[in-house]
C-alpha cells in the first residue's frame, strides 16, 4: 500500500550544514562537487477494507534548486524549444563538471522511468524507491512529481480511474521545509508520503460497494528528510494483550493530522519519517473507545515504541 519516493544524502546539524555549503561554493576545486540523492515513497493508510488496490503512475521525479536557478551551464536544447506546462519541462540539458543533467526553471530532473506504484503495499514501514541520482551541491527546496494517472481497484476487480489535478501536466508539487542541502559527496533520503486516507475520496455511498460512484484523487503529501526524524512503533491490544488489527493509528500535531498508520494482523504498526518533537497519538477502530495519548515524543534518527490498549465500546 505504499510506494516511496526517497533522496539519499547524510546531513548534520543544520547550521553545519549551511556553513560547510557555504564554503564549498567559495573553494573553486569543488566548484563541480556533487552528491547522490536518493527518493522512496511511502504512504499513510486508505482504511477500506474493500479496496483491492490504489495505482498510481509516475514518470518523472525532479528536485528544485532554491533560487529557481538551473546551476551549470546549458550545452544543448531538447526538442528545439522551452519546455512548458504540458509535461515538456526538461527542454535543456546543462553540465556541471563531468555531470549532465536535465533542467529547467531550476528543477533538475532524478528519474523518468514511469513507475507503476500500489500504496497498498506500502504498509507499516516499507518504502520503495523511486529515484537515486547524483545531484549538483547546493540548497533544494521542493520535489515535483509527474503523475500519469491513478486508479482505485476493488476487491471484486471494479476499477475506478481518476483524474490527476496538475499531477500530469505541471506536477504534483511538495515544498522541503527545511531545505535540502546537498554536500560534496555525502547522501541523504527524503520520505515522500501520501497519505491515502486523505488522498481518495470517495463519491457515493462508502459504506456500500454498490454504492460507490468512483473516487476523486485529491493528493495530500509531505516530504520528510529522514536524516532528520525520527520513527514511531508500537502494539495495539485489548485484554490479555490480544492483539487488535485493522486499526487505525493518527499522529497529531496540534490541530494538524501528521500521517496516519493501520495495524497489522498481529496488532503492530510503525510510521516513518516523524520530524522531531512532541506528538498525540490517536488510536480509532469501530467498536471500540477512541484512544489518545499525549506527550508522545519523538526524537531524531531514532526509534520511539507506544503501545495502545483499546477497550470495547459496552
Same mark, same amino acid.
Not at 506500502?122 to 518504502?127: E, H
Not at 495495539?236 to 498508520?261: F, H, K, M, Q, R
Not at 534518527?301 to 459496552?314: E, Y
Given at each position: 500500500m505504499k510506494k516511496f519516493i526517497g533522496i539519499t544524502f547524510l546531513l548534520g546539524m543544520a547550521v553545519i550544514v549551511l556553513n560547510s555549503c557555504n564554503e564549498l561554493w567559495k573553494d573553486p576545486s569543488k566548484e563541480n562537487a556533487t552528491g547522490h540523492v536518493t527518493v522512496k515513497i511511502t504512504d499513510a493508510p486508505f482504511p477500506a477494507d474493500f479496496v483491492e488496490a490504489a495505482l498510481v503512475t509516475i514518470d518523472r521525479v525532479e528536485l528544485r534548486k532554491a533560487g529557481s536557478k538551473c546551476p551549470g551551464s546549458p550545452v544543448t536544447t531538447q526538442n528545439g524549444n522551452k519546455g512548458n506546462a504540458k509535461g515538456n519541462a526538461h527542454a535543456y540539458k546543462h553540465s556541471y563538471g563531468d555531470l549532465e543533467f536535465d533542467c529547467d526553471s531550476g528543477f533538475v530532473t532524478i528519474a523518468t522511468d514511469s513507475v507503476e506504484?500500489?500504496?497498498?503495499?506500502?504498509?507499516?514501514?516499507? *518504502?520503495?524507491?523511486l529515484a537515486n541520482a547524483e545531484l549538483p551541491v547546493g540548497e533544494y527546496d521542493m520535489i515535483r512529481l509527474h503523475v500519469l494517472d491513478a486508479t482505485i481497484v476493488l476487491d471484486d476487480g471494479t476499477s475506478f480511474p481518476m483524474k490527476v489535478p496538475s499531477g500530469n501536466t505541471s506536477g504534483l508539487k511538495i515544498k522541503l521545509s527545511p531545505s535540502l542541502v546537498v554536500n560534496d559527496s555525502e547522501e541523504t533520503e527524503i520520505l515522500v508520503d501520501f497519505d491515502l486516507s486523505r488522498s481518495f475520496i470517495v463519491k457515493g455511498n462508502a459504506k456500500s460497494k454498490k454504492g460507490i460512484q468512483g473516487f476523486i484523487f485529491k493528493p495530500v503529501i509531505r516530504a520528510v528528510?529522514?536524516?532528520?526524524? +525520527?520513527?514511531?512503533?508500537?502494539? @495495539?491490544?485489548? +485484554?490479555?494483550?490480544?492483539?487488535?488489527?485493522?486499526? =487505525?493509528?493518527?499522529?497529531?500535531?496540534?490541530?494538524?493530522?501528521?500521517?496516519?498508520?493501520? *495495524?497489522?494482523?498481529? +496488532?503492530?504498526?510503525?510510521?516513518?519519517?516523524?520530524?522531531? &518533537? *512532541?506528538?498525540?497519538? %490517536?488510536?480509532?477502530?469501530?467498536?471500540?473507545?477512541?484512544?489518545?495519548?499525549? &506527550? @508522545? %515524543?519523538?526524537?531524531e534518527?531514532?526509534? =520511539? =515504541?507506544?503501545?495502545?490498549?483499546? %477497550?470495547?465500546?459496552?
Open positions: 506504484l500500489n500504496l497498498f503495499e506500502l504498509r507499516n514501514g516499507v *518504502t520503495e524507491i528528510q529522514e536524516s532528520q526524524a +525520527g520513527l514511531l512503533r508500537g502494539f @495495539v491490544y485489548e +485484554g490479555d494483550e490480544i492483539p487488535v488489527p485493522g486499526a =487505525t493509528v493518527s499522529v497529531i500535531l496540534g490541530n494538524d493530522t501528521i500521517t496516519s498508520a493501520i *495495524t497489522s494482523e498481529i +496488532g503492530t504498526y510503525k510510521i516513518l519519517g516523524l520530524p522531531a &518533537g *512532541t506528538y498525540n497519538v %490517536v488510536c480509532e477502530k469501530e467498536g471500540y473507545a477512541k484512544q489518545e495519548t499525549a &506527550g @508522545v %515524543v519523538i526524537t534518527r531514532k526509534s =520511539t =515504541t507506544q503501545n495502545i490498549l483499546l %477497550v470495547k465500546n459496552p
